[in-house]
C-alpha cells in the first residue's frame, strides 16, 4: 500500500504549489536594522508585511513571471520591487529603498 503522506510524495509537489512564509531584515544605508518584512506565500497570490501592515498582495503568476524577466521595475499596491546591477531592491511607500538578500531572491525564483 502507498502511503500519500510518506515524504516521497513531499518530494514530488511542484514547486509552484509551495505555500509559507519567510522574512527578511530592513536595513537603512547605514546598516542600522529598520524592520522586518514578511513574505506569506499562497496558491494564488503573495502578500507583503511590513508589522501589522499589509504593503502588497501580488498575484503570484505576474510575480513569477516578472523574478524570470526582472528588466523593469514592477510596481504593487505601496511597493516596488527592482533589479539593478548591485542587487535586488525593495522600494516602500516610493520613498526608502532596502536590499534585498541574494538568498532570498534566489529562493522566490525557486518557490514562486
Known amino acids: 500500500m502507498h502511503d500519500l503522506n510518506s515524504a516521497a510524495r513531499n518530494l514530488e509537489i511542484d514547486p509552484m504549489e509551495w505555500t509559507g512564509r519567510m522574512d527578511f531584515d530592513l536595513s537603512d544605508d547605514q546598516g542600522w536594522r529598520v524592520g522586518t518584512v514578511e513574505i506569506v506565500i499562497r496558491i494564488d497570490h503573495l502578500s507583503l508585511w511590513f508589522g501589522n501592515r499589509t504593503l502588497a498582495v501580488i498575484d503570484r ?21 527592482s ?30
Open 61 to 81: 503568476d505576474t510575480f513569477r513571471e516578472w523574478l524570470h524577466d526582472p528588466e523593469d521595475p514592477f510596481f504593487v499596491d505601496d511597493v516596488m520591487w
Open 83 to 112: 533589479i539593478g546591477e548591485t542587487g535586488a531592491y525593495l522600494t516602500i511607500d516610493d520613498s526608502a529603498s532596502y536590499r534585498i538578500p541574494g538568498a532570498l531572491v534566489q529562493h522566490l525564483v525557486q518557490v514562486v
